[in-house]
């Protein structure tokens, strides 16, 4: 897999459900989830949290790493847009922190005596400050007799040297008999590189006890990668 392609996947990957959307945490309420995937060309394991500081602003931090050395470390906040009355609900989020970039080392070419040129030098990876902004909209609904919801949750990065990524993702939930839940998500995303890309992650979450779920699902690429890794993710909330 493309080193970029790598960081893409890192970037654009959020825990799906309900780990986003716009609705804020409680006040007092901290939500974790600790989430790993696997496949035949990468690993990912991820840790993302979440707590209610009031009823309208919740922070967060959202790590992860990957086999391919794509790290991210990106603490944020978000809160609502207008008074969120109505069934559609809106929220902005605002983040800072770290990610691992590849980029191609500047260099000097010197040629003497007329032989082959030198080969050029090999990106290499650098952790670098990012910004990242964010915008969710979703709603409440019902279908097929059981409750749900489904959500838009877009995102931008930028790096110290204005490189960009763009996210989108696009999450249906249902909550089903015993509480437990299904999800399905397509996630996108593409930088200002070139890259594209697309994965389609259904997941069946568990309900273990009132504050503990255990999430199981696949990750499967449909435009720009063809990857198929399994997840497994533990949701916590306190």
């Known amino acids: 897999m493309p080193r970029a392609l790598a960081l893409l996947i890192l970037f654009c990957l959020t825990a799906p459900g309900a780990l986003a959307g716009p609705w804020p945490r409680g006040k007092g309420e901290t939500f974790l989830s600790f989430a790993i995937e696997y496949s035949e060309s990468r690993d990912y394991g991820g840790l993302y949290a979440e707590y209610g500081l009031t009823e309208n602003l919740t922070l967060g931090l959202d790590l992860g790493t990957t086999s391919s050395d794509a790290k991210k470390a990106i603490a944020f906040a978000r809160w609502p847009v207008g008074k969120n009355a109505g069934p559609l609900r809106m929220s902005v989020q605002l983040g800072v922190g770290y990610a691992e970039r590849w980029r191609t080392p500047p260099f000097k070419l010197v040629v003497k005596g007329g032989g082959p040129l030198p080969p050029l030098p090999a990106p290499q990876p650098k952790m670098r400050p990012v910004v990242q902004t964010g915008l969710s909209v979703g709603r409440g609904l019902e279908l097929l007799g059981h409750n749900g919801w489904v959500t838009l949750d877009t995102r931008a990065e930028i790096d110290e040297e204005l490189a960009s990524h763009y996210a989108a993702d696009a999450t249906l939930g249902l909550t089903v008999p015993k509480g437990h839940m299904f999800i399905l998500q397509l996630q996108t995303g593409a930088t200002d590189a070139g890259e594209t890309w697309a994965k389609l992650a259904p997941s069946y ?11 199981m699902g696949l990750v499967a690429g449909v435009a720009g990668d063809s990857d198929v890794a399994a997840r497994l993710g533990l949701w916590q909330r306190f």
Do not use: M, N, R
Not at 205 to 215: D, F, K, M, R, T
């Open 205 to 215: 979450v568990l309900e273990l006890s009132g504050a503990q779920h255990l999430e």
